[in-house]
């Protein structure tokens, strides 16, 4: 190391695809700022990989603000790598020591396929939104839905839920790939909320039965999904709509597309 640079041993998950086996492959990354980020050193030992003729490492990204949750890569056996609270992007290299090794792999689920090396397929949270996760009804113009009353707790309880950026840390993390948190936070954001109410007992049946569709497991009840959510989603959330779900398939149960007999 020289000038506080580092140099490191990465050993990242290289897959073809979906449908072919993967493997680990060692890389150096030398002369690394502690002040890149994680997707910043991604980039200079992509450069690096380019300039000798070989292929760079494939891997998703996006806003870099920490807004979008595209960056899902799992490090050192952690979603997002060591630190709480933070994305991949906002992960920076003074996080890590000179001469470490970081191995690299992507999300582990069934329901989020490889497309290529790190990067995964997780449309299936975009099939579980559209199930279900929107406000249909009319609800009026801005000024119309400010003059509804909502008492300050609800508003911050569903702000915090809304905070989810569908990253899918919450199913790398869960030994049962679960991806009740996600669910269950883009549920709350809108059940809890006037807007929301009309569709809020078809809305909870529709989405539950889409992620049971996608082939997610269940809740192992262990918190890791919490623990290690970017945006620290609360399990709160999984709790309110296990209630609604009972509910209403107590007392409100409707036909969910293909589910019903």
């Known amino acids: ?26 890389y150096k990354a030398e002369g690394i700022s502690p002040d890149m980020s994680f997707l910043e050193m991604l980039d200079v030992v992509n450069e690096s990989l380019t300039k000798k003729g070989e292929e760079p490492i ?37 996080s890590f020591k000179d001469g470490e090794t970081i191995t690299i792999e992507p999300w582990r689920a069934a329901a989020f396929p ?20 929107y406000v249909s009804i009319n609800t009026g113009g801005v000024p119309d839905a400010n ?6 707790v609800i508003a911050d ?32 954001q809108l059940g809890m909320l006037p807007q929301g109410q009309p569709e809020r007992w078809s809305r909870v049946q529709s989405m539950v039965a889409q992620m049971d569709e996608e082939g997610f497991g269940n809740c192992t009840n262990t918190g890791a999904c919490e623990a290690e959510c970017p945006k620290e989603i609360s399990l709160t959330n999984i709790g309110r709509m296990n209630n609604d779900y009972f509910s209403a398939k107590l007392f409100r149960e409707e036909r969910v597309h293909d589910h019903a007999e």
Request: net charge positive.
């Open 1 to 26: 190391m020289s000038n506080g640079n580092m140099n490191l041993t990465l050993k990242v998950w290289r897959q073809k695809n979906a449908q072919t086996s993967g493997k680990f492959v060692t």
């Open 58 to 94: 494939y891997f998703d990204h996006d806003c870099r603000e920490g807004i979008c949750g595209m960056c899902s890569l799992y490090i050192n056996g952690r979603p997002h790598g060591p630190k709480r609270a933070i994305t991949t992007c906002q992960l920076h290299m003074r």
């Open 114 to 133: 490889v497309v290529k090396d790190l990067a995964v397929d997780r449309s299936a949270f975009d099939r579980i939104q559209q199930a279900g996760g």
């Open 147 to 152: 003059e509804i009353p909502i008492p300050k």
């Open 157 to 188: 309880e569903a702000f915090n839920s809304a905070t989810c950026i569908g990253c899918g840390a919450c199913v790398a993390a869960c030994k049962n790939a679960s991806a009740m948190l996600f669910v269950s936070a883009k549920i709350s």
